[in-house]
């Protein structure tokens, strides 16, 4: 079975700081994805990353980057220098090839970003 | 840049009614999907459509749902009799492929069942 697990319910980051958000997984595939995505307050689910179990190097979109772990199965998301916009409900998500088609959800971070 | 579309953005309706919610996936695409997502819970799937028929489905996804491809854009998710526990926000997304890519989402319907 598939289980992702985001232990930060709330956070709060300085504008212009860096900030991690937290992201373990469980799978039993051999090969998996991992994604981030962003949800404001307006409802809509916006990709931000995504890291394939086999990548040697951890992702990077922009401001975004993701920490893989792969032995300790933790994707933790990287926002640097935030901005008042990162302010957001984020969730990571998992598939894996043996698993069909489904993304598996963790239950989110909600991202505060103080001016 | 092409995205999903989904109508109604809000959807209210009596506890026994029956629902259709729309979405139209990027044109190309070849896969579908629908999530819902309880009120400050998190996303679950609900069930994926390929080829014009569901690939995959989920424990939530029982007699009272249907999905549908009516023609050559449209995706749709029937409930039959809603409950009040159906009241939720629904995400229709779409990929390319299958495998380990990116799910593109759309805006999301929020269904109120009274």
């Known amino acids: 079975a598939q289980k992702i697990t985001q232990t930060q319910p709330g956070m709060f980051v300085q504008e212009k700081e860096a900030v991690t958000l937290d992201c373990t997984y469980d799978?039993?595939?051999?090969?998996?994805?991992l994604f981030w995505y962003k949800q404001p307050s307006s409802g809509e689910m916006i990709f931000l990353i995504y890291q394939g179990s086999y990548d040697q190097q951890n992702a990077t979109e922009g401001r975004y980057s993701l920490n893989f772990q792969k032995a300790r199965k933790s994707a933790n998301l990287v926002i640097s220098a935030s901005q008042l916009g990162d302010s957001a409900m984020y969730f990571c998500?998992?598939?894996?090839?043996?698993?069909?088609?489904?993304?598996?959800f963790g239950t989110g971070t909600s991202l505060t970003v103080i001016p | 840049e092409p995205e999903v579309t989904q109508t109604p953005s809000h959807q209210v309706t009596q506890m026994g009614q029956e629902v259709i919610l729309r979405c139209v996936p990027i044109?190309?695409?070849?896969?579908f999907y629908w999530y819902r997502q309880i009120l400050g819970q998190k996303v679950e799937f609900l069930v994926s459509f390929y080829n014009n028929e569901i690939s995959e489905k989920s424990e939530i996804f029982d007699d009272q749902f249907s999905v549908e491809r009516p023609d050559g854009s449209n995706f749709t998710l029937k409930i039959r009799s809603t409950k009040l526990e159906d009241s939720a926000m629904y995400f229709c997304?779409?990929?390319?492929?299958?495998?380990?890519?990116?799910?593109?989402f759309g805006p999301g319907t929020r269904l109120t069942v009274l």
């Open positions: 997304a779409s990929s390319m492929i299958a495998g380990n890519n990116e799910q593109f």
């Open positions: 044109s190309n695409h070849l896969y």
């Open positions: 799978t039993s595939d051999p090969s998996y994805g």
């Open positions: 998500a998992m598939r894996g090839t043996n698993t069909g088609n489904q993304f598996y």
